[in-house]
Protein backbone atom coordinates (compact mmCIF):
# COMPACT_ATOMS: atom_id res chain seq x y z
CA UNK A 1 0.00 0.00 0.00
CA UNK A 2 1.38 3.19 -1.09
CA UNK A 3 0.06 5.39 1.56
CA UNK A 4 0.83 5.09 5.23
CA UNK A 5 -2.52 5.81 7.26
CA UNK A 6 -2.19 8.63 9.95
CA UNK A 7 -3.84 10.31 12.75
CA UNK A 8 -5.00 14.25 12.68
CA UNK A 9 -6.80 15.60 15.41
CA UNK A 10 -10.35 17.25 14.04
CA UNK A 11 -9.75 19.52 17.39
CA UNK A 12 -6.94 21.46 16.01
CA UNK A 13 -7.13 25.01 15.70
CA UNK A 14 -5.56 26.96 13.14
CA UNK A 15 -2.94 29.14 14.38
CA UNK A 16 -4.49 33.08 14.20
CA UNK A 17 -3.09 35.51 11.79
CA UNK A 18 -0.99 37.53 12.58
CA UNK A 19 0.53 35.56 15.77
CA UNK A 20 3.98 35.00 15.88
CA UNK A 21 4.98 31.18 14.42
CA UNK A 22 8.09 29.64 15.50
CA UNK A 23 10.72 29.03 12.35
CA UNK A 24 10.54 25.32 12.11
CA UNK A 25 7.83 22.76 13.65
CA UNK A 26 7.81 22.60 17.72
CA UNK A 27 6.46 20.55 20.67
CA UNK A 28 5.10 22.62 23.73
CA UNK A 29 4.13 21.60 27.05
CA UNK A 30 1.07 23.18 28.40
CA UNK A 31 -0.76 23.22 32.15
CA UNK A 32 -3.64 24.72 32.52
CA UNK A 33 -3.74 26.49 28.70
CA UNK A 34 0.09 28.22 29.43
CA UNK A 35 3.05 27.05 28.29
CA UNK A 36 5.33 25.11 30.69
CA UNK A 37 8.57 27.18 31.15
CA UNK A 38 12.13 25.04 30.35
CA UNK A 39 15.19 24.78 31.71
CA UNK A 40 17.89 23.92 28.99
CA UNK A 41 21.06 22.49 30.28
CA UNK A 42 23.74 21.15 28.39
CA UNK A 43 22.06 17.52 28.98
CA UNK A 44 19.00 18.83 27.66
CA UNK A 45 15.69 20.67 28.22
CA UNK A 46 13.68 20.20 31.30
CA UNK A 47 10.70 21.35 33.21
CA UNK A 48 9.72 20.90 37.17
CA UNK A 49 6.63 18.37 37.31
CA UNK A 50 4.46 18.12 40.25
CA UNK A 51 2.72 14.41 41.09
CA UNK A 52 -1.09 15.38 39.86
CA UNK A 53 -0.58 17.56 37.45
CA UNK A 54 -2.61 16.96 34.17
CA UNK A 55 -0.52 18.45 31.40
CA UNK A 56 -1.02 18.82 27.58
CA UNK A 57 1.01 19.00 24.63
CA UNK A 58 0.72 21.51 21.78
CA UNK A 59 2.10 20.63 18.41
CA UNK A 60 2.87 23.61 15.82
CA UNK A 61 3.46 23.43 12.18
CA UNK A 62 4.53 26.84 10.90
CA UNK A 63 5.37 25.53 7.38
CA UNK A 64 3.56 25.75 4.76
CA UNK A 65 3.45 22.22 3.76
CA UNK A 66 1.85 19.02 6.19
CA UNK A 67 3.99 17.27 8.30
CA UNK A 68 3.99 14.42 10.25
CA UNK A 69 4.22 13.91 13.75
CA UNK A 70 5.44 10.70 16.18
CA UNK A 71 4.79 11.84 19.57
CA UNK A 72 5.76 9.98 22.34
CA UNK A 73 5.61 10.18 26.39
CA UNK A 74 7.81 7.89 28.15
CA UNK A 75 9.31 5.84 25.09
CA UNK A 76 5.63 5.14 23.96
CA UNK A 77 3.69 6.48 20.92
CA UNK A 78 0.76 8.14 22.42
CA UNK A 79 -1.71 7.01 19.57
CA UNK A 80 -1.26 3.24 20.25
CA UNK A 81 0.86 2.67 23.33
CA UNK A 82 3.80 1.27 21.24
CA UNK A 83 7.28 1.37 21.69
CA UNK A 84 9.55 2.53 18.60
CA UNK A 85 11.19 0.81 16.12
CA UNK A 86 14.63 0.62 17.75
CA UNK A 87 15.88 4.14 18.73
CA UNK A 88 14.45 5.68 15.33
CA UNK A 89 10.74 6.48 16.85
CA UNK A 90 10.06 6.74 13.29
CA UNK A 91 9.78 3.38 11.36
CA UNK A 92 6.55 2.18 12.04
CA UNK A 93 4.66 5.00 14.42
CA UNK A 94 1.79 6.43 14.28
CA UNK A 95 1.99 9.86 13.53
CA UNK A 96 -0.32 13.08 14.02
CA UNK A 97 -0.80 14.81 10.70
CA UNK A 98 -0.59 18.97 10.68
CA UNK A 99 -1.96 21.02 7.40
CA UNK A 100 0.52 24.23 6.78
CA UNK A 101 0.50 26.18 9.91
CA UNK A 102 -2.03 24.29 12.10
CA UNK A 103 -1.64 24.47 15.85
CA UNK A 104 -2.82 20.98 17.67
CA UNK A 105 -3.40 20.62 21.25
CA UNK A 106 -3.11 16.39 22.59
CA UNK A 107 -4.51 16.44 25.69
CA UNK A 108 -3.63 12.42 26.58
CA UNK A 109 -3.31 9.08 24.84
CA UNK A 110 -5.86 8.33 22.63
CA UNK A 111 -7.47 5.39 23.59
CA UNK A 112 -10.65 5.18 20.95
CA UNK A 113 -11.71 7.20 17.87
CA UNK A 114 -12.80 9.81 20.14
CA UNK A 115 -11.42 9.48 23.26
CA UNK A 116 -8.49 10.26 24.67
CA UNK A 117 -6.95 9.39 29.17
CA UNK A 118 -5.46 12.90 30.13
CA UNK A 119 -1.76 13.11 30.36
CA UNK A 120 -1.60 13.17 34.30
CA UNK A 121 2.38 13.37 36.37
CA UNK A 122 2.52 10.15 38.36
CA UNK A 123 4.71 8.21 40.46
CA UNK A 124 7.04 5.81 38.20
CA UNK A 125 5.20 2.90 39.43
CA UNK A 126 1.54 4.33 38.44
CA UNK A 127 2.85 5.33 34.85
CA UNK A 128 1.61 3.54 32.29
CA UNK A 129 4.74 3.09 30.70
CA UNK A 130 5.67 0.68 33.95
CA UNK A 131 1.99 -1.07 33.50
CA UNK A 132 2.75 -2.18 30.09
CA UNK A 133 6.29 -3.37 31.34
CA UNK A 134 8.24 -0.76 28.97
CA UNK A 135 9.43 1.51 31.52
CA UNK A 136 12.64 2.53 29.62
CA UNK A 137 12.61 6.00 28.72
CA UNK A 138 10.40 7.19 31.52
CA UNK A 139 10.31 11.49 31.98
CA UNK A 140 10.72 11.74 28.12
CA UNK A 141 8.24 13.52 25.76
CA UNK A 142 9.69 13.51 22.11
CA UNK A 143 8.07 14.52 18.89
CA UNK A 144 10.22 13.50 15.46
CA UNK A 145 8.80 15.87 12.67
CA UNK A 146 8.57 14.12 9.34
CA UNK A 147 8.03 15.39 5.80
CA UNK A 148 4.92 14.12 3.88
CA UNK A 149 6.82 12.66 0.42
CA UNK A 150 5.36 15.02 -2.12
CA UNK A 151 7.12 17.83 -0.10
CA UNK A 152 10.33 19.69 -1.06
CA UNK A 153 13.10 18.82 1.19
CA UNK A 154 13.80 21.45 4.15
CA UNK A 155 16.90 21.82 6.45
CA UNK A 156 15.53 23.75 9.57
CA UNK A 157 18.38 25.71 11.98
CA UNK A 158 17.03 27.24 15.01
CA UNK A 159 16.40 26.18 18.68
CA UNK A 160 12.60 25.42 18.77
CA UNK A 161 13.88 21.97 16.44
CA UNK A 162 17.36 19.59 16.11
CA UNK A 163 17.90 20.87 12.35
CA UNK A 164 18.24 17.52 10.32
CA UNK A 165 18.82 17.34 6.78
CA UNK A 166 16.33 15.87 4.79
CA UNK A 167 17.01 12.41 4.09
CA UNK A 168 19.27 12.03 6.69
CA UNK A 169 18.61 9.43 9.56
CA UNK A 170 17.94 11.15 12.94
CA UNK A 171 19.91 9.04 15.76
CA UNK A 172 18.58 9.19 19.17
CA UNK A 173 21.05 9.38 22.12
CA UNK A 174 17.96 8.52 24.64
CA UNK A 175 18.44 6.05 27.45
CA UNK A 176 16.63 6.40 30.97
CA UNK A 177 16.36 10.02 32.86
CA UNK A 178 17.00 10.26 36.47
CA UNK A 179 13.79 10.67 37.49
CA UNK A 180 11.03 8.87 40.01
CA UNK A 181 8.16 10.48 37.63
CA UNK A 182 6.28 8.94 34.87
CA UNK A 183 2.83 9.73 33.15
CA UNK A 184 -0.24 8.22 33.90
CA UNK A 185 -3.62 7.50 32.36
CA UNK A 186 -5.85 9.99 33.57
CA UNK A 187 -9.42 11.07 33.49
CA UNK A 188 -11.30 10.14 29.67
CA UNK A 189 -11.67 13.56 27.64
CA UNK A 190 -13.38 13.58 24.39
CA UNK A 191 -11.09 14.13 21.88
CA UNK A 192 -11.84 12.97 18.04
CA UNK A 193 -9.59 12.12 15.32
CA UNK A 194 -9.99 10.94 11.74
CA UNK A 195 -7.44 8.49 9.80
CA UNK A 196 -5.98 10.44 6.57
CA UNK A 197 -3.43 9.15 3.79
CA UNK A 198 0.11 10.59 4.41
CA UNK A 199 2.73 9.02 2.84
CA UNK A 200 6.19 9.63 4.89
CA UNK A 201 9.29 11.17 3.40
CA UNK A 202 12.46 11.56 5.72
CA UNK A 203 12.92 12.80 9.54
CA UNK A 204 13.25 17.01 9.77
CA UNK A 205 14.09 16.79 13.11
CA UNK A 206 13.20 16.29 16.77
CA UNK A 207 12.01 18.16 20.14
CA UNK A 208 13.29 16.25 23.36
CA UNK A 209 11.71 17.32 26.78
CA UNK A 210 13.01 15.84 29.93
CA UNK A 211 10.15 16.54 33.49
CA UNK A 212 11.44 15.55 36.63
CA UNK A 213 10.38 16.74 40.11
CA UNK A 214 11.46 20.13 41.38
CA UNK A 215 14.60 18.38 43.44
CA UNK A 216 15.45 16.46 40.70
CA UNK A 217 15.41 19.81 38.77
CA UNK A 218 17.60 21.83 41.31
CA UNK A 219 20.13 18.38 41.54
CA UNK A 220 20.24 18.99 37.11
CA UNK A 221 21.00 23.05 38.17
CA UNK A 222 24.08 22.37 40.12
CA UNK A 223 25.85 21.18 37.21
CA UNK A 224 26.74 23.78 35.06
CA UNK A 225 26.18 24.64 32.11
CA UNK A 226 23.22 25.60 32.40
CA UNK A 227 20.91 28.10 30.51
CA UNK A 228 17.09 29.25 32.09
CA UNK A 229 14.68 29.82 30.05
CA UNK A 230 11.38 31.06 30.75
CA UNK A 231 10.48 33.77 33.80
CA UNK A 232 9.64 30.52 36.37
CA UNK A 233 13.27 29.52 35.50
CA UNK A 234 15.84 30.40 38.32
CA UNK A 235 18.11 33.19 38.09
CA UNK A 236 21.58 33.10 36.93
CA UNK A 237 23.04 34.52 40.07
CA UNK A 238 21.02 32.10 42.46
CA UNK A 239 22.12 29.31 40.17
CA UNK A 240 25.53 30.31 41.17
CA UNK A 241 25.53 30.71 44.63
CA UNK A 242 24.29 26.38 44.91
Known amino acids: MRHVIAILALTAALTASGATLPT ?54 VLDGKAPDGLSFFSGDRLWILAPGETATIPGWQVSGATARRFTVSREADSYARKMGKATRLGVIRAVFVEERAAQNWIYVGADMQGTPAGHTLTS ?40 TPAELQAVLRSPPVAPVGKWAPEPEKQARR
Open 24 to 77: APSATVLVGGSPVAEVVTSAGAYVAAVIGTEYEIRLTNPTSDRVGVALSVDGLN
Open 173 to 212: TLGQVSTSLGTAMGASTTHQVTEVEFERGPQLGAVELRYV
